[in-house]
């Protein structure tokens, strides 16, 4: 027992829990945009049941870890860059994000294109977001695995820092949520962080390494401009969205 809670095991624990927080982030936007979209009194349950899936995703991909790692090994060469399984799972996972989140964006702003698409975007089936969202958390949960490798040794340590993660966002999805349905512009910036995220993922499936934090520290400054321009801004009435429920003690009428 002595042996597994050694300082080493403990250390990595800790930098790998706030690094799993850290890296939940982009999926808790994600399973935040897309529940926005179910009725109100099913949004809940789909956000806990996204975050669970995410963690028995990470769960079993860790104790697949040696097919995870094959992963890494050329598939094929085009030209002089090598084609890995992991790069086009990274590939898909970008293209689908930014294609999802842009077609959110012009939703949001432009609204459906008639009475026929805009009773089809109204309909949003439970088992369509949970699949989309099943997509998302296998190319996220992929990245978190391989960074969990990375930093630890002790199997044990990957998996308890996958469950204390998943468990600090389920804690505060619902409020992230909220927060993000109550401000229209904070979906919208929401949806730029999935895309800008989106084009992360395509660049390190194309082999171009980004330092994440560089991204993360441009994502922080944007959500703190925008908390400033909200709290300057707390006397006018906030825009609606297409599909957008009202904000309190404002009217829907133009």
Not at 7 to 20: F, R, V
Not at 81 to 93: N, Q
């Amino acid at each position: 027992m002595s042996e597994l809670f050694t300082a080493e095991n403990l250390t990595a624990l800790a930098a790998l829990t706030a690094l799993e927080v850290v890296l939940g982030i982009d999926n808790i936007v994600f399973i935040s945009i897309l529940t926005g979209r179910l009725p109100e009194q099913r949004r809940a349950f789909a956000r806990r049941l996204g975050l669970s899936l995410a963690m028995l995703t990470r769960i079993a991909l860790l104790f697949a870890i040696s097919w995870v790692m094959r992963l890494t090994e050329p598939w094929l060469e085009i030209f002089s860059w090598d084609l890995t399984g992991r790069d086009a799972i990274l590939l898909g996972g970008g293209l689908f994000l930014i294609a999802k989140a842009t077609f959110e964006i012009h939703e949001k702003l432009e609204g459906p294109g008639g009475p026929e698409a805009k009773r089809a975007g109204s309909q949003v089936s439970f088992g369509g977001t949970i699949t989309q969202i099943l997509i998302l958390d296998l190319v996220f949960s992929l990245d978190s695995v391989i960074t969990a490798v990375g930093m630890a040794r002790a199997l044990w340590v990957m998996i308890t820092a996958v469950i204390v993660a998943v468990i600090v966002m389920l804690v505060f999805a619902g409020a992230i949520s909220a927060f993000i349905e109550r401000h229209p512009t904070m979906k919208m910036l929401a949806l730029s962080f999935l895309v800008l995220i989106g084009v992360l993922l395509v660049t390190e499936g194309l082999g171009q390494h980004i330092e994440r934090g560089y991204v993360y520290f441009a994502m922080a400054f944007s959500l703190t401009v925008e908390l400033l321009n909200l709290r300057l801004r707390r006397r006018v009435g906030p825009v609606q969205l297409h599909g957008g429920a009202p904000a309190e003690g404002t009217s829907s009428a133009p």
